[in-house]
């Protein structure tokens, strides 16, 4: 492919943010339900594309555009690879410049919200195998590994989604790529609509204790720009004679990202050498979730040796967010639809009933779990487990705009203990390789474990014990 190709595409991606965000500073209905530009963007990309122009111009006898829309068949090529290559440097970046917390200090405030994540994650596996085995199956003839697609499109998100794409195609499971992005897809939009529909029931019937609704009418957060001074998005901490700080911090991240191939390399090769001919897991497991793995070595490397002064969060906040954006526009623009409407029926019962269960999660088990804070605190895992985490952030940041509770707090700490492995860690990239291989029992039993030590200790421990009652942040 001509490297001209190649920088078309990356400008074209460029250019469909930049109308993405026109399109959400003057609709309303955008607005409203709080849609990230990227996934506008996303699907314009998406209309304007084969799947849908081109198959107009088909029918309107314009062959040209049947292969890639208006923007054309290599161009997509090139999107296509993009969101694999990027979800390592999304993940590499998660810790990087973020302090990790003293577990005396976390502990209070991470067991009641560690049980809540597990309860959500746990429990989409558990009832999506069940749904798969029990009716996806036997009335579909579908692969078991439908079982896992709520939980890589719900709480992995889109990201996650396009990571697991080659894994599941590897494995058998050539639409289950199309189908994770379309239920990531699913779980934004409902987590949004849900969330904000619950944060003005909270609101009115006193179920938080900081929240403002009417900061949602605010008209610089609804058309998505700033209007006054706000606080740098990141900071220089290397003299701009010598090195850019963005180069120097694009580099902690490559550093991250190999450390992570070096584990995983490593990891397969003991895998080879001791069991491979019985099962192979690491074999398929993706880099991210050690990219991830790399940059917490990294984080705490700094932390130790003074080093970390020279590592800012904003910035990295800033490529994280670059690359998740770009990935997002990417792997929408290269959604197959053909997947979705071959899949209809068993994806519709998975979804429904994976919203269904986080609903639940939120509205029944929450304030059993968490004695103090429990909406804020709440909202935000269920915006997660919809959603991904700036989902949970977003809906957050509207229960407790001021950030008068503790919440903030909880669900950072419960970040890391968490996301190594579900929303695209060691469990997510692992779970398509362990239901091809063995079989979706195995899966089924530990997730249903974890699902009753969560619901256990969520109920009689951290919901009874007066230790775990926190007031707001001082």
């Not at 930049?18 to 959400?24: F, P, Q, S, T």
């Not at 209809?344 to 269960?357: K, N, R, T, V």
Request: charged share 10%; glycine share 12%.
């Amino acid at each position: 492919m001509s490297p001209s190709i190649v920088a078309l595409a990356i400008l074209l991606l460029g250019v469909l943010a930049l109308v993405g965000i026109v399109m959400r500073a003057y609709s309303r209905t955008a607005q409203k339900l709080f849609l990230p530009v990227a996934l506008i963007a996303g699907f314009i990309a998406l209309i304007l594309g084969p799947q849908i122009l081109g198959r107009l111009g088909e029918g309107l006898g314009w062959e040209g555009l049947a292969e890639g829309g208006i923007f054309g068949a290599e161009v997509l090529a090139v999107w296509s690879e993009l969101p694999g290559l990027l979800i390592s440097a999304v993940f590499a970046a998660l810790f990087l410049g973020s302090a990790i917390p003293s577990p005396k200090r976390a502990i209070k405030l991470l067991g009641p919200q560690v049980s809540l994540g597990v309860t959500f994650a746990a429990g989409q596996y558990v009832i999506g195998i069940l749904i798969a085995v029990l009716i996806l199956v036997p009335l579909f003839g579908v692969t078991p590994m439908f079982g896992a697609l709520i939980e890589i499109g719900f709480e992995g998100g889109h990201g996650t989604a396009a990571g697991m794409a080659p894994v599941m195609a590897e494995m058998g499971f050539e639409d289950g790529g199309d189908l994770a992005l379309a239920m990531a897809t699913v779980g934004i939009l409902a987590g949004v609509i849900i969330g904000v529909i619950a944060v003005n029931w909270a609101a009115r019937r006193g179920h938080s204790q900081t929240l403002d609704v009417k900061s949602n009418e605010d008209p610089e957060i609804a058309r998505g720009f700033y209007r006054r001074e706000q606080p740098s998005g990141g900071m220089q901490t290397v003299r701009a004679e010598s090195l850019d700080t963005l180069t120097l911090h694009v580099g902690i991240i490559a550093v991250a990202i190999l450390i992570g191939q070096g584990i995983l390399s490593g990891l397969q090769a003991i895998e080879q050498w001791l069991w491979a001919d019985t099962i192979e897991i690491f074999a398929y497991v993706p880099l991210f979730p050690l990219a991830m793995l790399g940059g917490v070595i990294i984080q705490i490397f700094a932390d130790r040796t003074g080093l970390s002064i020279f590592i800012d969060r904003g910035v990295m906040e800033r490529i994280q967010g670059l690359a998740l954006d770009t990935l997002i526009i990417a792997a929408m623009a290269t959604l197959s639809l053909d997947a979705i409407a071959d899949n209809i029926g068993p994806f519709a019962i998975l979804a429904i009933a994976g919203i269904a269960w986080n609903c639940f999660v939120l509205f029944a088990l929450a304030p059993r779990f968490i004695q103090s804070y429990w909406f804020e605190r709440g909202i935000a895992d269920f915006g997660q487990s919809m959603g991904v985490t700036a989902t949970g952030l977003l809906l957050l940041r509207m229960a407790d705009p001021r950030q008068e509770s503790p919440a903030y707090e909880a669900f950072g700490y419960k970040q890391l203990v968490f996301e190594p492995f579900f929303g695209g860690g060691l469990v997510t990239a692992a779970s398509i390789p362990l239901i091809a291989q063995l079989g979706p029992y195995p899966l089924l039993i530990i997730m249903a474990i974890l699902l009753a030590i969560a619901l256990l200790s969520g109920f009689f421990y951290f919901g009874k014990h007066k230790s775990f009652v926190v007031k707001g942040l001082p």
